[in-house]
């Protein structure tokens, strides 16, 4: 009997179910077919949601040049650099949750873009709306927010200026803006700053059109500031942690994960300097059987991050590496998880802050006797 043709017959083991998910040991699955090589003369920098931390961390641990513009100042101690968000990603941005909210931070940075709004009160102080948890305490005044927004732009622009890779880890579509002019907000006004009011702000859930053009235009505005910067484009597995729409989170949570996935895989087919790597992926793999998220279902464990780094440092640091240490071997004395026993910092998430005002608005209380 002839062998029979048919499209399917020549294609790698990758394209195919049963032998790219179930050969391998979960532990082992490994979706990136292909992939560019950093070199250790380039500048990595990180922007986007919480769970860029933890790429960021294990990017130094590896011995690569990841860019930080805003630095500690001299004298602060480890701990409350921390607090201060010094290192957590290359500029003091906080968590940027939306291409439309990074859109507008690299506007800002190079003067395209000047919101209405400067300074939300909070505690007797004020609070830059842009980042609003960026210091534990509130400024003291509107001028003292005003002076260090504008030294933080500063930085930013060093960090789209001069980085060679941008990491973009893709976060959220639901977000609050300003009426008046559009500005976009990591929080909600009145959750860690600043008062809600109808009239003056309204929630937005971006759609795929909407993404698709944002991050289109923020690879194009990055471009024209740098053209050699290469963008490597996440998104996060991390799920909502609440919903503005009137439905189930973890329906919102899918639909936002779909549109953002979507929108990476349009426009990096799109640039020829754009790649995507599939973290959410394996993170949310069914070969995982559910072992890469702690009990809140929410938070990845450390041994999900191991494989997500596993799978990059074969592929993007292939070159860079060969014949060095493994990535598993490297995290056995990784100052970041294991100096001196320590536990890593926690991952700093500016959506974590809602759940603390609904404690303070006595939501915990209420559901109980619910």
Known sequence: MADVVHPYRDLPDFCFWSRAMTWPAPGH???????????????????????????????????????????????????????????????????????????????RAFGRFTPEEIAWPRDGGFVDPFRPQIEPEPFSSVAHVMRSALDHLAHVREVFTRCDWLVFTLGLTEAWRAKSDGAVYPLAPGVAGGTFDPDRYEFVNFGIDEVRADLALFVDRLASVNKKARVLLTVSPVPLIATYEQRHVWVSTTYSKAVLRIAADEIERRYSNVFYFPSYEIITSPAAGGRYYRDDLREVTEIGVRHVMRVFEAHYLQELHSGKLSFEEQLENDPVSSENGRAAPAIVCDEEVIQKALRESGFAASHHQS
Do not use: M, W
């Open 29 to 107: 699955i490994d979706p990136v077919t292909t992939a560019p090589q950093v070199r250790d003369d380039e500048l990595i920098a990180t922007i986007g949601s919480c769970f860029a931390q933890h790429l960021a961390r294990h990017l130094k641990a590896r011995g690569l040049k990841y860019f930080v513009s805003e630095n500690a100042p001299d004298g602060l101690s480890e701990a409350k650099a921390h607090r201060r968000n010094y290192g957590i990603f290359s500029a003091r941005y906080g968590n940027v949750y939306t291409v439309r909210q990074a859109v507008q931070l690299l506007d």
